[in-house]
């Protein structure tokens, strides 16, 4: 590792080198970087970052903020545990009995089990219900989340033939209709909340489709993606449809995920009637996608605060920070402006701005929040990107990635999804030094 490191440094310095010319450090210099890059080295790669981008369910900064509950179970569950053993009988036993009555009884579900994602909950529902048949969607369903799942590529792999009814902009219930025959397997419905047609459009609702469905004598299953488990419109959020709406309008086969709304770890929820959950559990492709005991143990936890729905916006990170108001953001936005101002005197103005913040992963980006920015905006009229981008850049570079976005020629700290102002102010005197290294 040591020589490793040696090789890295000399190698750089021979490249910087070769293209700038230049003197070349003394042995000290040398050494200090030898000792830095093998401090780097020690390092996990994976850190805690603070999220102020104004996204709050961040796919790329880990989704949700697990709540205390749920990091304790996990500490508590990390050694052996009974995980698939039952402590009555002393018998194998099942790890979805730790989480399906939690979930049957916030969903009115008769059954449900867990998988790692909810695109593995829906690979999954896919392969098992409809493997080698054929399964209607609708055009204006044939949705791409992000990343790389899109609804007919997972169906492909999950070894059913998409039946494409319907136009992008309007689908009726004569659609589902006529595309049924003896090869179909299940009618699909999916929630498409991350982007929104508007003008001429036709949907059928979940209860039409599942009457239809029922009548042929087969399943409804809908993907439901940023599924929750309570009504938003309670807290002031915007409306998006609960598991339990969908299983009381018909749905036989519901899958979330449950680290987007909901407020939990990495994990694709299944809920739905009994026959289909048993065949879902013993699909052996099931064994591939299962979830690991820390997560069942989050999960738990996390299930448990939805039973008092009046202290979930404290309790739970998610709720709490997309219920926070302007102008609790904007009290945090005071607190940290004078360290921040002082740190970067000479460098850049820095401003209090209101701003709006995404609710992210999947939700509506039409749904915006009404917040509070920190605005970081380069001085000296000099507002070219590079000068913005290092700025950016020393913030990335701190003990503690604090992470925003660039927007109109400033870097903006959407402090909605900051609990503790002291995760900024205890790192400014690092700040300085990051600054003062890339030369601002
Ligand atoms: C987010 C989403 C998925 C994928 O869920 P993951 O938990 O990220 O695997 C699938 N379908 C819909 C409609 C979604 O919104």
Redesign the pocket.
């Known amino acids: 590792m040591t020589t490793d490191a040696i090789r890295a440094v000399l190698e750089q310095l021979r490249r910087n080198h070769t293209t700038a010319g230049g003197e070349l450090p003394g042995e000290p210099e040398i050494i200090n970087r030898v000792n830095n890059a093998l401090a780097d080295r020690a390092q996990p790669s994976l850190k805690p970052v603070i999220n102020l981008t104004g996204t709050v369910l961040h796919?790329n900064l880990g989704r949700a903020n697990l709540p205390d509950e749920a990091i304790q179970a996990m500490t508590a569950i990390a050694g052996t545990s009974n995980l698939e053993y039952e402590l009555s009988s002393g018998e194998r036993g099942d790890r979805d009995a730790h989480v399906e009555s939690l979930l049957t009884s916030l969903t009115g579900a008769e059954a449900a089990t867990v998988v790692n994602?909810?695109?593995?909950?829906?690979l999954l529902a896919l392969n098992t219900l409809a493997l080698g048949r054929e399964v209607p969607v609708s055009r204006g369903e044939l949705?791409e989340?992000?990343?790389s799942?899109r609804?007919p590529d997972i169906m492909h792999r999950s070894g059913c033939k998409l039946i494409e009814i319907g136009t992008t902009n309007r689908t009726h219930l004569k659609d589902y209709a006529t595309a049924i025959n003896e090869n179909t397997a299940l009618l699909m419905k999916?929630?498409?909340?991350?982007y929104s047609i508007e003008g001429f459009t036709q949907t059928v609702n979940e209860a039409e489709v599942a009457e239809l469905a029922h009548k042929n004598g087969l399943p409804l299953v809908t993907?439901?993606?940023?599924g929750t488990l309570i009504d938003l419109t309670q807290y002031g959020l915007p409306a998006e449809p609960t598991a339990a709406r969908m299983i009381e309008a018909g749905a036989d086969l519901v899958?979330f995920?449950?680290?987007?709304l909901l407020g939990g770890p990495?994990?694709?929820i299944i809920v739905g009637r009994k026959s289909y959950v048993d065949a879902i559990k013993t699909n052996p492709l099931n064994r591939a996608l299962r979830i690991d005991k820390m997560t069942i143990a989050a999960l738990v936890a996390v299930l448990h605060l939805y039973r008092d729905p009046d202290s979930l916006p404290e309790r739970l990170p998610t709720l709490r920070f997309l219920t926070r108001t302007r102008e609790k953001i904007q009290q945090s936005a005071e607190q940290v402006l004078p360290g921040l101002s002082e740190s970067l005197q000479g460098i850049a103005n820095v401003s209090i701005e209101n701003t709006m913040s995404q609710i992210g992963?999947?939700s509506l980006p039409r749904d915006l929040l009404p917040s509070a920015a920190i605005r970081i905006e380069p001085e000296r009229g000099d507002r070219t990107d590079t000068r913005l981008r290092n700025i950016a850049e020393a913030f990335r570079s701190l003990e503690v990635p604090i992470v925003g976005r660039i927007h109109d020629g400033a870097l903006l700290f959407d402090l909605r999804t900051l609990d503790d102002p002291s995760g900024i102010t205890r790192q400014l005197e690092q700040l300085k030094t990051e600054l003062d290294s890339i030369g601002q």
């Open positions: 796919t994602n909810n695109a593995a909950a829906v949705v989340i992000g990343g799942f609804i999916v929630h498409t909340n991350n993907d439901l993606g940023s899958t995920s449950g680290d987007k990495q994990a694709g992963s999947g």
